[in-house]
């Protein structure tokens, strides 16, 4: 993903790549370079060092690196509010997905939630992803979860009594279930159901050039919003 792109950026008419860094490199290089946006597709076990270091340095980030939680997250907050009382304004977007048909069929699922009675997530990817369930699925579970909440729905029906192994993992009352294949890239499939009916919603990533525009979209975008961003979808026109 780094070398796709560094390219990508190389090839964008309103950019221009400052800085490439590897594991082991000096992360402060990026400022030294002049970045005013670095982007972070690294691994779950050094993103959140690596973003904290970015925004003592003044330089907004584009985190595609998956396995955040809402204290990881809270700290990023905490960290980018001290910063602005400084007098220094940091973007910090982080997406679980930078795939543009993954964040449409998200918030397609979102919407979809509030009308049928169950609801599971199944996500396939190739076999050196390193975190189950993927950040997308379990984002795509959460908005779920939400909109089920605020329609008043309870939870899905299922009389299991054992082998819960089976059933995936619960992320907010959504059951996801994470495949790990050779072959495959990022894979996703949104199954609602009722009585006499089912509405599956799917989006197949072939190619990590297909993440590129979202990429883009978020280095342009993420230098105007000050903060926090979660999820491409909040920096894309989708009213």
Known sequence: MGATVCAAVEAAPDMELVAR???GDDVAQV??????VAVDFTVPAVTEDNVHALIDLGVHAVVGTTGWTDV???RLVAHLGRKATEGTSVGVLIAPNFGLSAVLAMTFAAKAARYFESAEVIELHHPNKVDAPSGTATHTAGAIAKARAEAGLGASPD???SGWEARGADVDG???HA???RGLVAHEEILFGNEGEQLIIRQDSFD???FMPGV????REVVSRPGLTVGLENVMDLS
């Open 216 to 219: 883009l979209l978020g280095i």
């Open 21 to 23: 860094i590897d594991a």
């Open 174 to 176: 959504v059951r996801v």
């Open 159 to 161: 009389a299991t009594e």
């Open 31 to 36: 400022a030294a370079a002049g970045a005013q």
């Open 179 to 181: 495949v790990r294949l």
């Open 72 to 74: 990881s997250r809270g």
């Open 208 to 210: 990590r050039v297909s």
